[in-house]
Nanobody
Framework: QVQLVESGGGLAQAGGSLRLSCAAS???????MGWFRQAPGKEREFVAA???????RSADSVKGRFIISRDNVKDTVYLQLNSLKPEDTGVYYCAGRTSGGLSSWPVDYGYWGQGTQVTVSS
């Protein structure tokens, strides 16, 4: 079993920054980790993913603005959110998978955190 706990959400102004963290605990640190987000009335969407070698993949909507990274000693994944826009508002979820590599599909992840709210004001 793997437990994921997100932190670092909050309120930011457009153009501002936030840093999200996702701490993993349990039997093993997932091989691949992802961040997804869900705005009110919309489906959950892929944001970024990172594998154990720190190879990454990001959604086009956040490329050049969001940076995903991981610390395999601390079993923690980070998402640095820069140049925030109001459309970045939503609940951000951390997800992990213990087999397989990078994926942008929620169904590929077996472990999920509880989510952290990010609100960007214009």
């Amino acid at each position: 079993q793997v437990q994921l706990v997100e932190s670092g959400g909050g309120l930011a102004q457009a153009g501002g920054s936030l840093r999200l963290s996702c701490a993993a605990s349990g039997r093993t640190f997932p091989l691949a980790m992802g961040w997804f987000r869900q705005a009110p009335g919309k489906e959950r969407e892929f944001v970024a993913a990172i594998d154990f070698t720190s190879d990454t993949r990001s959604a086009d909507s956040v490329k050049g603005r969001f940076i995903i990274s991981r610390d395999n000693v601390k079993d923690t994944v980070y998402l640095q959110l820069n140049s925030l826009k109001p459309e970045d508002t939503g609940v951000y979820y951390c997800a992990g998978r213990t087999s397989g590599g990078l994926s942008s599909w929620p169904v590929d992840y077996g472990y999920w955190g509880q989510g952290t709210q990010v609100t960007v004001s214009s």
